[in-house]
């Protein structure tokens, strides 16, 4: 046989072999069919080996055959080389199958060629239906165009693309996304296919924002507090009702959270609405306009009726929401005295959101206290004073009540502020004695009562009583000189000073007691300047339990000699025990000497309360 032929069949049935491991290996076809091709191959070689001439002429047979092996060889590399690409590729896929991010590739265009299943949880679109679409199918209308061509124009000129862009999922929901978009390029540089990686931060996002908005709360609470503590500071350095309110409504204005305010006054029976005080505005006459219409003195009328602060929105129209309010309405009272409303015009929106209505009630109580301790030093202090005389009679007071009662005359010796009422001395004389002291404690209106002394034909006692036109005239600054009523008729006197508006007082004096007539007014210089203002000072320096324990001793003879009543005896009237009542005592007694023997009379103003 040929040699040459005998090689060729030799490398053919090698190659045959070959194919089959590689084909049992692998179980790629191709080997099958490289296997079948040389088995072919090889048999006729061995058929047409007998026919030979020359080995020459095998020659082409024996270069295919090397050919033939050459080809399983290379052949073989290439599928191990496959399988090796193949199976990272496999890898690649599952783990972006598996990425908890959504991924999408999409062509030069923008159309979807793949979606990860993640795509599914991100926008709520099923991944296979998203292919062939483009990305703006959940496109939410929350950014404009001008975002979206500066985000094409980046990533078609070859960089990448991060930020947050807020989609629309298939629900019809808003959700946050935190995207990167690259280009993925040939090995000639040119952009092929896009790559977008999207990772669902609505959670985080959303905690950001209700930190964020927590945060603003407390700047606004602490922007508020710090409104307030000056408030109460700018109070005490204050003088005058005008500088209170002056105080009080430029610094609301200076504020960062708040425009504008001012006071308003509305008269005794509201039928119109004036402001007294404004800042953070040009003019007052804004204001005036505002709430010179029936909605304004709707509001405002509103507010004194239910003595409570309202949050109002632009309208005046009150919502029980503060952080739709665009303003607040506050009453500025001292117990039942009205000193007329504050108006806080807020400069932002959810201005009022983090403040509670309570702080701008306790405001507008502390303003109400102000201004009539105010008023009440100024009608104390003043050299000029207005004198008010009033008729007594038909008007429904304790006062009244008791004198009726007891058949003689009643007369005010004296009295201090108790805050929900007041401690009243007053004498009585020309009536039984011994029918007196029940006839007083079954008077409605007198709380308490207990007889403190008994002089002469007269008798003094310490009356508890809950409200009386005395206390009213009090509560706007007037201080009563007189009243002396006898089987219910009598008169009252009342000083105020010369900048107290005259007309209201006398207005809400009688809302609520019309019977109540005044007979006079009269413009008079204080008797003794010196001493009225020594008075006012010492008044001012007690504290309510002070002057009370230092009234009480008086009109019960504890500094009379010998005493006709004992610390204990007084201290029971007080309700308090002897030990309370002497300390109170002695305190009242080492201020009022303080200030007798201090080289300037002014130094009460320094007196602590303690």
């Known amino acids: 046989m040929n040699v040459v032929i005998l090689v060729s069949i030799v490398l053919r049935v ?129 950014h404009d165009e001008d975002f979206y061509a500066e985000m094409w124009d980046q990533i078609s000129s070859g960089s990448v693309w991060e930020g947050e862009i807020v989609n629309q999922t298939r629900s019809g929901e808003h959700c946050w996304v935190d995207m990167t978009i690259a280009p993925v390029t040939d090995d000639d540089g040119d952009i092929e296919r896009y790559v977008a990686v999207e990772r669902d931060v609505t959670d985080r996002k959303e905690r950001q924002h209700r930190i964020e908005q927590q945060n603003d709360r407390l700047d606004r609470l602490n922007n508020t507090n710090e409104v307030l503590r000056d408030v109460n500071r700018d109070l005490v350095a204050a003088s005058t009702r005008e500088e209170i309110e002056r105080a009080v409504c430029d610094r609301f204005s200076r504020s960062e959270l708040f425009e504008a305010a001012c006071i308003l006054d509305t008269g005794a029976f509201a039928e119109r609405v004036t402001v007294r005080t404004a800042a953070g505005t040009d003019e007052a006459g804004v204001y005036g306009e505002r709430f010179a219409t029936g909605a304004g003195r709707t509001a405002v009328a509103e507010v004194l009726d239910q003595g409570r602060p309202s949050f109002v ?67 104390l202090a003043s050299d000029d004073v207005t004198e008010l005389e009033f008729r007594v009679e038909g008007v429904d007071d304790p006062f009244v009540r008791l004198s009726e009662a007891i058949g003689g005359t009643l007369e005010l010796a004296g009295m201090s502020d108790e805050g929900d009422g007041c401690i009243a001395y007053v004498s009585v004389r020309d009536c039984d004695g011994p029918e007196v002291a029940e006839d007083v404690s079954d008077t409605p209106g007198i709380r308490t009562a207990q007889r403190v002394c008994v002089h002469d034909e007269a008798s003094v006692f310490r009356l508890g009583i809950d409200d009386s036109v005395v206390t009213t005239l009090a509560r706007y600054g007037a201080a009563v000189t007189a009243l002396e009523i006898t089987d219910g008729q009598g008169r009252l006197v009342a000083d105020v000073s010369p900048s107290n508006d005259v007309r209201a007082l006398v207005e809400a004096a009688k809302s609520v007691y019309p019977p109540l007539d005044l007979i006079a007014q009269r413009e008079r210089e204080r008797e003794s300047p010196f001493e009225t203002e020594f008075r006012a000072a010492l008044e001012e320096s007690l504290t309510t339990r002070q002057l009370e324990a230092a009234q009480t001793a008086y009109f019960a003879g504890f500094f009379e000699w010998p005493r006709e009543t004992n610390g204990e005896a007084v201290a029971s009237m007080m309700d308090i025990s002897q030990s309370t009542f002497t300390q109170h005592l002695r305190a009242a007694e080492r201020k009022l000497f303080r200030a007798l023997f201090e080289e300037r009379s002014n130094s009460l103003a320094r007196l602590p309360n303690v």
């Open 14 to 142: 090698a190659g045959v072999g070959y194919s089959l491991v590689l084909l049992s290996r692998s179980g790629d076809r191709r080997f099958g069919f490289l296997t079948v091709m040389l088995s072919l191959m090889a048999t006729r070689q061995m058929l047409s080996a007998r026919h030979a001439t020359s080995p020459i002429e095998e020659l082409p047979g024996l270069a295919v055959s090397v050919l033939a092996l050459l080809t399983v060889y290379y052949l073989s590399s290439y599928v191990v080389e496959e399988k090796r690409l193949t199976d990272r590729l496999r890898g690649f896929r599952k783990a972006i199958e598996h990425a908890g991010h959504a991924i999408l590739l999409t062509d030069t265009d923008g159309t979807i060629e793949y979606a990860n299943p993640a795509v599914e949880s991100v926008v709520g679109h099923d991944p296979d239906a998203v292919v062939g679409e483009n990305p703006r199918l959940w496109k939410s209308g929350e």
């Open 313 to 379: 929105d632009s309208t005046l129209e009150e919502v029980t929401d503060p952080a739709a309010a665009t303003g607040v309405l506050v009453p500025l009272s001292y117990q039942n005295a009205e000193y007329g409303v504050l108006f806080v015009d807020a400069a932002r929106d959810n201005a009022f959101e983090a403040i509670d209505q309570g702080l701008f009630a306790d405001l507008g109580l502390t303003v109400g206290d102000a201004i009539n301790a105010a008023e009440s030093r100024q009608t």
